[in-house]
């Protein structure tokens, strides 16, 4: 075994990788479940976690990620968790931030709001866009442009998605659970920020990824301009739809020989 492949094997396998991570993420979990700010709005902020939790578990045999994409979502999923104890627009950054240096963040660079709520929207384009583009390279065989681009796609249509969800959730819950929930901090165009920093997010993503891939993939102008090229040419709608019922009916007329 050469010095490289050494190298290679001294990490640990994927499934020993992400059972560690798992492990730590229920530590710090368990820790911020211990008395949070609001404990209906805690549970309300979990019951996502816990369907991707699960999704997680379920696709580990058959689609196990990358260490890369295990960590992004750890670190994305431990944010979460502060936030979820102490409300998003709640978290003591800045009190934590002054003790440590004796003066707040917010002073530092302008905030007049607490932040938290941002930062971890940003975030959720910045560290999960990686972890999609995977999925969507390992399932979907996306390649050259679509391969960045689709990632992009499903994190804005997602945070937006969230947005509704956030909003459906206030309206039904209502009262002081529903504004803890939905954070605004009495921001109009939060909703609207907090999708645009979940794009940005991503867009920054992607753009390091492509760099990366730039300098090591020695055909990434190829492959590029092999996904943007017409697959097939003749048109679909209307004209598939009739092909579909041509192809039907001779299927009708002349069965497969052998069945009955």
Same mark, same amino acid.
């Given at each position: ?26 530590? %710090? ?8 700010s609001?404990?209906?709005? @805690? =549970?309300?902020?979990?019951? #996502?976690? /816990? ?11 058959t ?11 750890f ?11 102490y409300?998003y ?8 931030f ?22 971890i929207?940003?975030?959720y384009?910045l560290?999960?866009?990686y972890? %999609?583009?995977?999925v969507?390279?390992?399932i ?5 442009? @679509? =391969?960045?681009?689709?990632? #992009?796609? /499903? ?18 819950f ?6 803890a ?13 907090d ?8 867009v ?17 102008g190829?492959e ?10 003749r048109p ?25």
């Amino acid at each position: 075994m050469n010095e490289q492949n050494k190298r290679f094997h001294r990490f640990l396998p994927h499934h020993r990788y992400a059972l560690r991570l798992a492990a730590v993420f229920l530590v %710090i979990w368990s820790l911020l479940a211990i008395s949070p700010s609001h404990r209906d709005d @805690w =549970a309300l902020e979990n019951l #996502l976690v /816990l369907v991707f939790g699960i999704v997680l578990v379920l696709t580990a045999k058959t689609l196990p990620l990358s260490r890369i994409s295990y960590t992004l979502i750890f670190v994305f999923l431990c944010l979460h968790e502060i936030g979820a104890h102490y409300t998003y627009a709640e978290v003591p950054y800045d009190r934590w931030f002054e003790s440590l240096f004796g003066v707040t963040f917010n002073s530092l660079v302008g905030w007049q709001r607490n932040n938290f709520d941002r930062v971890i929207h940003v975030s959720y384009g910045l560290l999960l866009a990686y972890p %999609i583009r995977e999925v969507f390279q390992r399932i979907a065989n996306a390649s050259g442009f @679509w =391969a960045y681009f689709l990632p #992009l796609d /499903l994190t804005m249509s997602t945070s937006m998605l969230f947005e509704l969800f956030e909003w459906v959730a206030a309206s039904l819950f209502g009262g002081d659970l529903g504004v803890a929930y939905l954070g605004t901090q009495g921001d109009v165009w939060d909703a609207h920020k907090d999708m645009a920093l979940a794009s940005l997010g991503a867009v920054i993503a992607m753009s390091v990824t492509a760099g990366i891939n730039i300098y090591l993939q020695s055909d990434f102008g190829r492959e590029w301009t092999e996904s943007l090229k017409v697959k097939f040419r003749r048109p679909l709608g209307e004209d598939e739809i009739k092909r579909m019922i041509r192809k039907r009916k001779a299927e009708d007329k002349n069965p497969a020989d052998g069945q009955s």
